[in-house]
């Protein structure tokens, strides 16, 4: 019987192994699958909205007028914003004297308004090219160009350029008409007064003429027509960026700028003394009041505009018809006929705006030029000095360019469609431009003007519609993808971690392949498959539009294999309890609603206010319900709920405030103090035992690290006062302070690692950790938001201890409220070096932790401020580790600060699992299909119509949430390094409380 009796353990051993091999590799296959499921669709936004416009082989359309300048000079005066330019200063006086007096004396003025992402890329190509930019810049960072574009400058005879080495090369780099010269990315240093760059290419400029003047081969260049001399000016932005649009500096330079260009347009006089050089004065893009750009807001959409010289028209009188709204829009949404503020002192001189896109037009026209091919800008005659014939002339010439695009797209789409479908207001344009050309012969040339803006419309429609050809192919085949995706994670989580019934089945074993049925619906899905294939490449559809929907097509196949299985759960919901499916329906419904709130805070942060103020009080009184032994704990967690709540009605514009975060640094060392003085407690409250070592457990040698992080922290906020002194000092960043503050961040968050083992001791060796780093990187209340998290994640693992005490305090044998899995299918234990560790089944009630861990995650990004917004990444958190601009250093170090809110977090939730003894990648598999609703829920409220602004926010809500769900991967793996060894005390306690018992046949309640 023995030999019998080992031989049956042995087979039951192997089988078991066998099993658990099978379902650890089902799953990693299950978690690449949903990576790049994940990461594929998270890439159709860049084929659906991030799709380059650009398009070649049309030709360039003459304007049929003289050229009303030889030459054009144009500024542009990087991160200027039109109202700080505009205005008076303190004494009354004009910020810009010289370029005010043009405004009443000479030329032209309004606002530009550009259409955000209000980068300095996009702002640039917006002027130079009249081009809204190309979208799939994005993917470079708005740095480069992934395709190439025509612009004013490639149409020029000759273009001269001075200024910084992130704008010039981009648009004269590649082109050997140019004569260009930018300054050293070191010059672009955030810690001093950058106005003297603007001076650089003033000075610059000069130095060219004058050598100009004994060298012939530079004389050739700039002599004839033709020419534009462009003068990029990057004082501004640097300024804005380190010290604020309101600062001295920055207002200075916008004095210094105003001085740069007088003094340029004295020598170009003198040079060119023809009276044939035109001047136009803008910027690419505003500052925001907390020094950062990117978004929608107007002062960063706002920018000034001054036109003078050869072929721009003169001042006029403001009207009263210039302030009554015509019901248009500009690209920003801004209105038309805005009222001009008392405060610029120009309420008596016409005010013209325009859109961005509009000035590459202008400049064209004013040099007789084709316009740019790719310009989808419509030319603003109220500039031009122009008869009425020439301005007719001029404004047809700017439709059949504009024109000429949509036909391209329609020709290259109507290519490759099979079911080609055309934009029906234009199919009859050819009689169109011979209306018009009929009225400009016969002198109708209003009319022919209305006419051709008309047309300009119309086929700025069509080249949307065909930019948008393609969206509900792609819309419908992702969300079935998403769904099939969600609908297999269900089947998966019920038959591998619940106790859901499946009649007759084995735990574990997912599909049966071999069966008829299963056979046919793969057949018919590889069917399926490959004609949709052959479709998409007779189309010359994009690779990853086969990805798309192969990964629809195979999660529906996977789903539809087994019919059985999804037939046995239909008779399982069939035959259960009443009471059992209105708990269900009403946890649906919970979660929904939970679910609905985490997507209206991505519009309105103050949400989580409303979120926290409810949990503080559910999770006291949970706590006290059923640990009623420990009074204290319940006004901690309302304390530290309530004390949360209060971020999300501050200003997502977050002030400078050192003195804040230097005391933010002590705060964190109090709460280490005595939540390392709980842990040292005796453990004799149950609530409190999973969590706390208790004295006996504690070593020297983790006393000695406690103390060690904390001089860490309070070094930190040391070097937080030390080096911001030595910025507004305007004395730099001095390299010591740098190695200072890198050792800083670099050493502590490494120590954790060698912290004890006690849940409690490593979570606050966690949070002491990153509390360096995050302390250096922070520049206001958000320092203190790093502790306000920290206590209410504490909080969340006290609040489920308490309710795995009831649990385990009111247990029976008769009815106990968790069950353990079948041993032949539960996984292993994730506590490598744990004790008596038991993994249980997840339940209904279980999905509030799913949820608990979605809200905390959200409020990780919109605590502080809107993560979805551009604008929101404050580029003077980086200043204490580096302050020479470097894009790829600051984004990282700004990718760290926003990931350290992650992992305490990501650790929290991992605590949270070992106390409730609960499989951690079961609960992750919910927070996957959790996530994947809000996902759902974004993509359809993705917009394609609306202000740019609106349409690009609803984008990155939807990326947000599905980056979100590739990053909580990544940091699963990241907190598994700091809480693999998790060491908690077991659930049954020989002495303190009964055993937990379980049973092995459970029956469906």
Known sequence: MDLWAIKGNSNHRTTKNKIQMQRRWSEVGLVILGVLLHSSYMLSIFDIYFKTPIVHGMNPEPLGIRAPAKRLVLFIADGMRADKFFEMDTTGKPR?????????????????????????????????????????????????????????????????????????????????????????????????????????????????????????????????????????????????????????????????????????????????????????????????????????????????????????????????EDDVDDGLRFVDQHTHHEKTPASWGLRNVERTDVNQGDIAPLMSTLLGLPCPLNSVGTLPVEFLALDQEEQAQAMFANAKQVLDQFLRKSQLKQATSLFFKPFGPLIGYKATLVHITNLIAVGQFVLALQSAQDLISLALDGLHYFQTYDWLFLMSTITVGYLGWMLYILLHVLQSYTTFPFFHRKRGLRRSYNSQPGKAVRFAGGVLMGISSLLLIVEQSPPLYHLYLGLAVFFWTEILT???????????????????????????????????????????????????????????????????????????????????????????????????????????????????????????????????????????????????????????????????????????????????????????????????????????????????????????????????????LFSWVLVESAVCNSIVQGGSTSSPKWEKLNANFLPEPTGLKSSRVAVFSIELLDTRIALCFLVLINVAFFGTGNMASVASFEISSVYRFITIFNPYIMGALLLCKLFVPFILVTCAFSAVTRVLELPRLGCYFIVLLLSDVMTIHFFFLVKNIGSWMDIGQSISHFGIMSAQIVFVLLLFALSSVFTYDFDIMSLQQPAASPALHTTSGHKYK
């Open 562 to 792: 087994d019919i059985s299985l999804l037939q046995s759960i239909g008779l399982a919901i069939r035959s259960a309890k009443l009471s059992w499916l209105s708990k269900a329906i009403f946890a649906c419904l919970i979660s929904f609603l939970v679910l609905e709130l985490l997507v209206a805070s991505f519009f309105w942060r103050e949400v989580y206010t409303g979120v926290f103020l409810v949990a503080g009080v559910v999770g006291a009184v949970v706590v006290s319900c059923n640990t009623p032994d420990v009074s204290m704990v319940p006004a901690f967690v309302w304390a530290a709920c309530w004390f949360m709540s209060g971020f999300t009605l501050m200003p997502a514009q977050i002030p400078d405030n050192t003195s804040l975060v230097v005391g933010s640094g002590i705060v964190v060392v109090l709460l280490a103090i005595i939540g390392r003085w709980l842990d040292c407690m005796p453990s004799s409250k149950p609530a409190l035992q999973r969590v706390v070592c208790g004295p006996s457990r504690k070593s020297d040698k983790s006393k000695w690290l406690f103390l060690i992080q904390v001089m860490l922290v309070l070094a930190a906020s040391a070097m937080v006062w030390i080096t911001t002194s030595h910025r507004t000092q305007k004395k730099g960043l001095p390299i010591l302070h740098q190695f200072i503050n890198w050792s800083l961040a670099g050493v502590s968050v490494l120590l954790p690692l060698k912290s004890p083992r006690g849940m409690l001791a490593r979570l606050i060796s966690i949070f002491l950790g990153f509390a360096p780093l995050f302390l250096l990187l922070s520049i206001g209340y958000e320092a203190l938001f790093f502790s306000a998290l920290a206590m209410v």
């Open 96 to 320: 810009a004297p010289y370029l005010h007096n043009i405004m009443h004396n000479k030329g032209r003025w309004g606002v530009s308004h550009a259409r955000p992402p209000t980068e300095s890329r996009p702002g640039h190509v917006a002027i130079i090219a009249g081009l809204y930019e190309d979208p799939s810049a994005v993917t470079k960072g708005w740095k480069a160009n992934p395709v190439e574009f025509d612009s004013v400058f490639n149409r020029s005879r000759h273009t001269v350029a001075f200024g910084s080495p992130d704008i010039v090369p981009i648009f004269c780099g590649g082109l050997s008409n140019t004569h260009w010269k930018s300054y050293s990315h070191e010059f672009e240093d955030f810690a001093t007064d950058a106005s003297f760059l603007d001076d650089w290419a003033f000075d610059r400029f000069g130095e060219f003429l004058n050598e100009s003047r004994h060298n012939m081969t530079l004389a050739e260049q700039i002599d004839g027509d033709g020419l534009i001399v462009f003068l990029h000016l990057l004082g501004c932005d640097t300024n804005g960026h380190a010290h604020r649009p309101y600062s001295d500096i920055y207002l200075n330079n916008i004095n210094l700028v105003d001085r740069g260009v007088k003094s340029t347009v004295k020598v170009m006089e003198e040079y060119f003394p023809d009276g044939q050089t035109s001047y136009i004065f803008t910027a690419d893009h505003g500052m925001s009041n907390k020094g950062s750009h990117g978004d929608g807001d107007p002062a960063n959409t706002e920018t000034p505009l001054v036109a003078w010289g050869a072929g721009v028209r003169g001042p006029g009188l403001a009207s009263p």
